[in-house]
């Protein structure tokens, strides 16, 4: 496994990123067009590469965030090409505050957003404001056009951020869900869901 570099500008990987990444590398996604929004230090980038992915894009808010990524895929790609252990797609990395900046729908997409409860949101990458939502909202608002049809997301959330609320918004959005990961932790529980897009007439 590359070991990852970080700068303190950027969210190190932690509990979150790891059952993440671990939910991402059961997915089969030979030659899918993924995702990694909210790229951070770019351990999902690797990840999705990992999984097979004919391509991946690394999103992120933050100008900073998106030189580690780079850097760490690089090494990703270096030691792949080394070692000849498997064949890896291609990767691309662009500035973008959500879907802003990203015109194209994806297979799968892989999220883990700033989702800590705050009353201000001081640090883009871990404060979540009212709830842990403000993000989590935005980008369920945004995220079903940019999904092809049988595409996938997971997202992570936490149990502070009500997430029978977030299912039931996915659902109502066209989506089929199940949580595929958890973790507990001191204060909080860590849970990933996965929703499938299907085809709602109306719906894009």
């Known amino acids: 496994m590359v070991l990852l570099r970080v700068s303190k500008e950027v969210y190190a990987p932690a509990e979150d990123s790891f059952l993440l990444e671990g939910c991402i590398l059961k997915e089969k996604l030979k030659g899918k067009k993924c995702l990694d929004l909210g790229s ?113 997301l997971l997202l992570l959330v936490s149990s502070l951020n009500e997430p029978k609320e977030i299912i039931s918004e996915l659902k109502e959005k066209g989506f089929f869900v199940k949580i595929v990961g958890k973790k507990k932790l001191f204060f909080e529980e860590l849970i990933v869901l996965r929703a499938l897009k299907r085809k709602i007439n109306n719906l894009v």
Request: proline share 4%; charged share 25%.
């Open 40 to 152: 951070g230090s770019g351990i999902q980038s690797i990840a999705l590469l990992r999984a097979g992915a004919g391509e991946v894009v690394a999103a992120d808010i933050n100008s900073n965030a998106l030189i580690v990524t780079k850097k760490n895929v690089g090494v990703f790609l270096k030691s792949v090409k080394k070692t000849k252990t498997q064949n890896v797609g291609h990767f691309f990395a662009l500035k973008s505050n959500l879907f802003l900046n990203l015109n194209k729908k994806f297979d799968f997409i892989a999220f883990n957003p700033p989702y800590v409860p705050s009353e201000e949101v001081k640090w883009v990458d871990l404060d979540g404001g009212e709830k842990g939502r403000v993000v989590i909202d935005k980008f369920l608002q945004n995220v079903r056009p940019h999904l092809k049809e049988g595409g996938v």
